[in-house]
């Protein structure tokens, strides 16, 4: 399976971006997704996943309130939206899907997802 994230780029803090993920498999609806993102030097971080059906989700509570995830299985797309950016948002932002079946908690480290594309850049000015 191939991801390709877009819709990243410069925004001001306080401003909104929308991201989405195309998938290249029709079995989109058979896996749970997850966004993340990495800083320069530091470690990929969860930010947040999503269920096959789309009805749940979890966040990273840095992101909680103001991110929201959502897919269309009908287009093999995963989106994110970002309001009130920060510049410490300011990654590499990666979609990628869960080699586990089960929706948990204990399943959202980098670890437990696979088919990481190249990423999309969102950069946020102060």
């Known amino acids: 399976v191939q991801l390709q994230a877009s819709g990243g780029g410069l925004v001001q803090a306080g401003g909104s971006l929308r991201l989405s993920c195309a998938a290249s498999?029709?079995?989109?609806?058979?896996?749970?997704m997850g966004w993340f993102r990495q800083a320069p030097g530091k470690e990929r971080e969860f930010i947040g996943a999503?269920?096959?059906?789309?009805?749940?989700?979890y966040y990273a509570d840095s992101v909680e309130g103001r991110f929201t995830i959502s897919r269309d299985n009908n287009k093999n797309t995963l989106f994110l939206q970002l309001n009130s950016l920060r510049p410490e948002d300011t990654a590499v932002y990666y979609c990628?899907?869960?080699?586990?079946?089960?929706?948990?908690?204990?399943?959202?480290?980098?670890?437990?997802?696979?088919?990481w594309g190249p990423g999309t850049q969102v950069t946020v000015s102060s």
């Open positions: 999503i269920s096959k059906s789309g009805e749940s989700t």
């Open positions: 498999t029709r079995s989109f609806y058979n896996y749970n």
């Open positions: 990628a899907l869960s080699r586990v079946p089960q929706f948990r908690s204990d399943y959202l480290q980098p670890r437990f997802f696979a088919s």
